[in-house]
Each structure stands twice: as structure tokens, then as C-alpha cells.
């Protein structure tokens, strides 16, 4: 019989981030799935009474904790000490943890360290699956490939794909955590935390809860009929867009890399808007793409995007092949400023 | 004063992003159809790591980048051809499967020893590097086991930025979700870096650094030390490709002030 960890961590107000909601989803289906197994609560933070109690109600057997100022942001050091100290308290053999990027750059290495293994993104989860026994689903190659899989190695570390799962919901109450002592030396206090950059143009483009995904492609910055670029229009376009409709931008490798090779690019891109292969794989129920030719390495990146429409110039674009549900031929530039004036009006 | 540095770049080879894959079953698990036969690239963030590499190495003169590469040595040498034009290395080949379905655990086993095997090796000097996620297993896990295997604690994935002081100190940039980045400082070496795209763009095709590069490749190729895999607890129930071709819409006789009322409904609905 298994024993389950749910692992997460606190976010800067001291409560559990969305995506560690929707993992307890996951791991409270799989402690009910597996009858007799017990699930114990793993808290890392500043303080973790807070989450511990937004939580309080999910029937788990034990609240762990570990708490100081030095777990209250990601460090690899300390956060590995801090989750090496609950699982061995809790004997877990299945930790199940979200895939957020504090939890993801170290419990590969402390599954490491425990001598267990780690599977992450995942993105399906069933408690009992072939023979009865848990598998669990993720992606290879970028996207390209689904797979199902199982292991008998244990501990075995689950972190689960963000959006992926329901959060949990449940009534606030009292938990009783139990907080482990953990004291980081000298080792462990190597590096420091500075602060959090945010984006040079102080234009926030990039919104994962967003309903709506908006990409922009390399088209907007090439020749128009006119024989001209327009990329200041261009620009005033998608932000008045994003500002309307307050969807996430999302950018092909094309556009952004223009920046770097010193050609008019739009100021408020980085590589972080990067969408495909090389770029990011968000999630959002819906996607429009716009000026961008939806070739392969940059459509694996909308694998997650349920509803898709492009506009392009192009009817022969990588759109039209099976990629988008609905696939505009005409000018960007022309659509995108009606649809503004559309919101606009409304 | 500059900082004299050994960096060890951890970089694999996949196939070319512009490849349809299959997958099939092989007596060892899944694999892709014609996998020996798929053009190959060096792994897409392991090369921005390559690149940043060269970049620091060559701000602080005496520091050196190695490449360790687990990969079929044919695939690989194939690859570096264009790779060893890039940038200056030095390469360490390891003789063994690289595809997205081995066993993360069991490279990094393979690399944590290659990386140990490097004759004056110094902890104090070495920075760590790789992509924070291949193109073909596609999960973040391996660079952090080799850092544990290693004793580096000081670890750091989705890298897009290293200022090194003249202290050896240096300040990094990771990415953190809503596209934010974290910025933290670490006091020196024994550090990993898990890359995402960095700041470089992809170095042009140099002759001179591909004749240099050349001379120890070879060689490397050659000594390259076999890795078997051995058996791991994975079950491979499936492995599938995505059902869904969606048949597209394809609307080209609309004004634009049709398209934007359509897309308005569909953006509000
Ligand atoms: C190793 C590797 C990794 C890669 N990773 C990624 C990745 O992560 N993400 C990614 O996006 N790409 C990636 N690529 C690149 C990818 O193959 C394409 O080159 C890239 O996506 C093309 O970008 P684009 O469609 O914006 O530009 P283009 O191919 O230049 O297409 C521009 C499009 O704009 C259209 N257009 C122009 N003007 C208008 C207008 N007024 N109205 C409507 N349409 C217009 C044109 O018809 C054209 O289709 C990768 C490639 C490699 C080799």
C-alpha cells in the first residue's frame, strides 16, 4: 500500500498557489482510489499554518511542516532540505506535488537524493489504471507524443502539469502541523534571493489564467501591400487588443528573435511570449493567432489550447492543415483594428 | 581581475524539430520510427547553454567549456559537424540511446561520471550547464540529478541570464511563472544552470573554430565510453500520437468587418 504525500508550497501571501489546489485534486483521487492508504499534508513556506488551515478539511491523516524565512522563496538548497525532511518524516512512496516552477527545478533532485525517481507534467493521472495499479500520463518530444506510464520505484515524485486538474475546494478550518525542525547551515545559504524582475517595458503580456490566447507572429513586422512595415501600428494594435480583451500574449520564435538580430521588432516581446518548440506550452481555452505561419515547432506550443483561429494572408498556411478549427485568409492588420473598435464600442 | 571557470555543458542531440515523429515499439521499450535515420540537432536549450558558455568563457581568459554529450556516437558526430563550428570545446562523447524514452536517472548517472572523469577537474572553478528541458524527454529532471550526483547544491533552471562578478560571485536569472524572472545571487562556483533561451543569438559558422574543435572531436568520438542502459522499473503502457486533426475552416471570402463581428462573438462566448 502506498503512502501519499501531498508536497507544496506556500505563495507570497502564505496561502497555496492554484496549482497545489489542483494537485491535492489529484492526490486526494488517488487516496480514495486506493482505499487503505493515508495522505499526509507536506507544507514549506515563511509560515505554513495558513495554508495548512486553507486545507484543513481535505482528511489528511498529518500536516507536516517546515517553516522559516529561509524557505520563504525558491532556493534550490534550502527547498531541498525542506522536502527531503517531509517525505522522510511522512514514509511517503508516492509524493504528489504541482509543477510549479519553485517545486520544479528541485524535486527531481530530491527524488534523486532519496533514491526514488520523478516524473513531471503530468497531465493525466489515474489511480487505477493498467492492472489495477496507477498510471500516469504525460507528454514526449516536446508535445508530439502522449504517453501512459507506470514504475514500481518508489518514492516516486508526481508533479502535476498546471490546469491540468480541478482545484480542490473545501471550508477553511483549523489544522494541527506539525513542524519539522530543519536548519540550513552556511551549505545551504549560498545564494540569496535579489527580487522578482518584472518585464522591461513594464507592459504585463503574459496572463495564464487568461480565456484567450493572442499570438503574434513575424508577419506583423514584414512588408504590407504597401511595400512598407508597419510596426508601430502594428504595436498599438495588439496592446490595445491585449488591454481590451485582456487576453495573454503568446509570440512565435520568429518575431522575438527579430529583437536580437537588432531588425524593428515590437518593444514589449521577450522570449518569455515565446510559444512552440523552444517557447512555452500554455494553457487557455482558447487561441487566436494572428500574422504567424503556424508551422510544426510552433504549433506543438498550442497543444493545450482547446479552440484555435488564425488569420493569415496565407490560405496555404500551416494553419490550414488540421492545426486551427477556423482559418481567416485576410489581413491582420485590418481585422485586428475593427475587432478593437468593436470592444471598444461595447 | 577575471575568474578563471571550468564549464561543463550537458548537451544531447534530438531529432530536428522540423521532423514528423512516430512512435514504435522496440525490443528495448518505445522509440521513434527510424530513429538512426532522423536528421538530428544539438538539443535546442542545451545549445543556448553551449553558447552562454562560450560567452563567459571567453569574458574570463584561461576558462575552458567542455560538451559532454550522451548520444549514438554516429548521430553525434554527424551533429557536430555544425556544432563544432559555433563556438570553441571540448568534446566528451558518451556512446549510448538519447531518445525522449530512456531513462532520466540512469543519463544522468552517465553524465555525473563523464563530468568526474574530466582530469583536473576543479569544484571550485566549475560551473555546470545544460538545457533546464530537453526536446525529447521534455521533463527538467536530469540536470538536477547530475547536480545532486555531483554535491552541487547550488542549483538554478530556466536561466536566461549569468553576471559574473570579478569575485567569482555571480547573479542569476530564472524564469518564474506569469513571465516574471527571479533574480537571486549565488557566492561562486560549484553552481548548475539548467538554461532556457538566454540573451545570445545562435553564433555564426566559424572555420577556424570548426578546424580547432575538429581536432579534438575526432578523438573523443573514438574514445567515446559505451553506455548499456540497464533495465528500468518503467511500464510503458502507451505511447500515442494526438487523435485529433482538426478539419480547419478555411474562410476566405469575408471583410475584415465580417471576421472581427465573428471573432467577437467567439472571444465573448
Ligand atoms: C530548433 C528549432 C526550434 C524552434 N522553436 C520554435 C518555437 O518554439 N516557436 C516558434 O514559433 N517557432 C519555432 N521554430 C521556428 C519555426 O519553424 C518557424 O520558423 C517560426 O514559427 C515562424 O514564425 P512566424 O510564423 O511568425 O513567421 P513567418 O514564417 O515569417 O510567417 C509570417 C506569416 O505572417 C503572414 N502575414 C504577413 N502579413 C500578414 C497580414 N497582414 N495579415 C495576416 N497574415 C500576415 C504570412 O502569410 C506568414 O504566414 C523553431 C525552429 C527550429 C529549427
Known amino acids: 500500500m502506498d503512502q501519499i504525500l501531498f508536497l507544496a508550497h506556500t505563495q507570497e501571501n502564505g496561502l497555496l498557489p492554484a496549482s497545489a489546489l489542483e494537485a491535492l485534486t489529484a492526490a486526494l483521487a488517488l487516496k480514495s482510489a486506493s482505499g487503505a492508504s493515508e495522505l499526509v499534508v507536506g507544507l514549506v513556506g515563511a509560515s505554513v499554518q495558513a495554508a495548512a488551515d486553507q486545507v484543513a478539511g481535505c482528511g489528511a491523516a498529518r500536516f507536516l511542516g517546515v517553516a522559516g524565512a529561509e524557505f520563504s522563496v525558491a532556493r534550490y538548497a534550502t527547498d531541498a532540505m525542506a522536502a527531503e525532511a517531509i517525505c522522510k518524516a511522512s514514509a511517503a512512496s508516492i509524493v504528489v506535488a504541482p509543477g510549479s516552477s519553485r517545486w520544479h527545478r528541485v524535486l527531481p533532485g530530491v527524488a534523486q537524493r532519496l533514491g526514488g525517481v520523478a516524473d513531471t507534467h503530468l497531465t493525466g493521472l489515474n489511480p487505477s489504471g493498467a492492472g489495477g495499479a496507477l498510471t500516469v500520463a504525460r507528454w514526449y518530444y516536446r508535445q508530439r507524443m502522449e504517453a501512459v506510464i507506470q514504475r514500481q520505484r518508489r518514492p516516486w515524485f508526481l508533479l502535476i502539469d498546471p490546469g491540468s486538474q480541478l482545484a480542490y475546494v473545501g471550508a477553511v478550518g483549523t489544522a494541527t502541523v506539525e513542524l519539522l525542525p530543519v536548519q540550513p547551515g552556511a551549505a545551504q545559504l549560498r545564494t540569496a534571493f535579489k527580487g522578482y524582475r518584472e518585464l522591461s517595458s513594464g507592459v504585463q503580456t503574459i496572463r495564464p489564467e487568461a480565456k484567450l490566447l493572442f499570438v503574434a507572429g513575424a508577419g506583423w513586422t514584414k512588408k504590407q501591400a504597401d511595400g512598407q512595415p508597419h510596426v508601430k501600428e502594428a504595436e498599438t494594435l495588439i496592446l490595445s487588443f491585449l488591454q481590451t480583451s485582456r487576453a495573454s500574449l503568446g509570440s512565435s520564435k520568429s518575431l522575438v528573435d527579430l529583437g536580437g538580430e537588432g531588425q524593428a521588432v515590437l518593444s514589449f516581446l521577450t522570449h518569455l511570449n515565446q510559444i512552440g518548440q523552444t517557447g512555452s506550452t500554455p494553457r487557455h481555452p482558447k487561441g487566436l493567432s494572428t500574422c504567424c505561419h503556424g508551422e510544426e515547432p510552433h504549433a506543438v506550443g498550442w497543444r493545450f489550447i482547446n479552440e484555435r483561429r488564425a488569420i493569415n494572408l496565407d490560405a496555404n498556411c500551416g494553419w490550414a492543415r488540421g492545426k486551427a478549427d477556423v482559418l481567416y485568409v485576410a489581413d491582420a492588420f485590418a481585422v485586428m483594428n475593427r475587432v478593437n473598435e468593436l470592444l471598444a464600442a461595447k | ?269
Open chain 2, 1 to 269: 581581475m577575471s575568474m578563471v571557470l571550468q564549464i561543463v555543458v550537458c548537451g544531447s542531440i534530438v531529432p530536428d524539430p522540423l521532423q514528423t515523429l512516430e512512435p514504435v515499439t522496440t525490443p528495448a521499450g518505445p522509440g521513434l520510427k527510424n530513429e538512426m535515420m532522423l536528421p538530428a540537432v544539438l538539443d535546442p536549450w542545451a545549445s543556448h547553454a553551449l553558447y552562454e558558455a562560450a560567452n563567459l568563457a571567453k569574458q574570463n581568459p584561461g576558462s575552458k567549456v567542455w560538451l559532454v554529450s550522451l548520444g549514438p556516437k554516429a548521430k553525434l558526430q554527424q551533429v557536430m559537424m555544425t556544432v563544432a563550428q559555433k563556438v570553441p570545446f571540448e568534446l566528451i562523447a558518451v556512446d549510448g540511446p538519447a531518445g525522449g524514452f530512456t531513462e532520466a536517472s540512469q543519463t544522468a548517472a552517465a553524465l555525473a561520471e563523464a563530468i568526474q572523469a574530466i582530469p583536473g577537474l576543479d569544484k571550485s572553478r566549475l560551473l555546470v550547464f545544460g538545457g533546464w528541458e530537453s526536446a525529447s524527454r521534455g521533463a527538467g529532471v536530469t540536470m538536477q540529478m547530475v547536480g545532486e550526483l555531483l554535491g552541487i547544491q547550488d542549483q538554478f533552471q530556466g536561466v536566461d541570464e549569468i553576471k559574473l562578478q570579478p569575485d567569482g560571485s555571480f547573479e542569476v536569472m530564472e524564469r518564474v511563472e506569469g513571465g516574471r524572472h527571479q533574480i537571486s545571487s549565488c557566492a561562486g562556483a560549484p553552481a548548475l544552470l539548467g538554461w532556457a533561451t538566454g540573451n545570445l543569438p545562435e553564433p555564426k559558422n566559424n572555420p577556424q573554430v570548426g578546424m580547432l574543435n575538429m581536432r579534438t572531436v575526432g578523438p573523443a568520438l573514438q574514445k567515446a565510453k559505451p553506455f548499456k542502459p540497464a533495465a528500468t522499473d518503467v511500464t510503458f503502457v502507451s505511447v500515442s500520437l494526438p487523435k485529433q486533426v482538426r478539419e480547419t475552416r478555411i474562410i476566405k471570402d469575408k471583410t475584415a468587418d465580417e471576421i472581427a463581428r465573428e471573432l467577437v462573438e467567439w472571444i465573448k462566448q
